[in-house]
């Protein structure tokens, strides 16, 4: 009977229990899948296909995700930048600014026209600067995401094994 009692009375593991047994499961079998590599073959016949490889993309190192995400948000700030200049420049070769102006004068008619200037509100300098703002924080975000989604991703990789990918070598 006292056998009984304990085996109904038997709690279930903790979260942290169960999530543990679950990352040594996914750590063996990534040992499993390590170990048995097909031998190395000789290099393809002329009738036969390519070899290839079935690998399993298991973890991302964070630091360099950060490293990374960070160098193409730089480039994309600078890309954007230099696109926004340039935009800005060829509208006042084309006398957009001026053509604006006139418009503005024409429709409100007499002095209070003449006073409007679209440079005062949508010059090159506050565009640029509005632009450069928003760069620099378009690199602090998409840094962050990046190193965000390497951290998010290597505990699902842990949980579920990761991505699989297929290898296949040149024919050449």
Sequence with gaps: MSDRSTEETAVRPGLGERLQAKLSNAADEHRANAGTRAPAA????????????????????????MKTAFLLSIAFAVV???????????????????????????????DDGGSFDIKDYLGTSRVLGFTMLVAAVDVVLLTAVATLGAFLYNMAAALLGGIEVTLAEDQH
């Design 42 to 65: 000789a290099p393809a016949a002329a009738g036969r296909g390519p070899r290839r490889a079935r690998l399993r993309l298991t973890r991302v190192d964070p630091w360099s995700v």
């Design 80 to 110: 954007t930048v230099v696109s926004v200049f340039m935009i800005w420049s060829v509208l006042g070769a084309a006398d957009v600014w001026d053509s604006i102006n006139r418009t503005v004068q024409d429709v409100v008619g007499g």
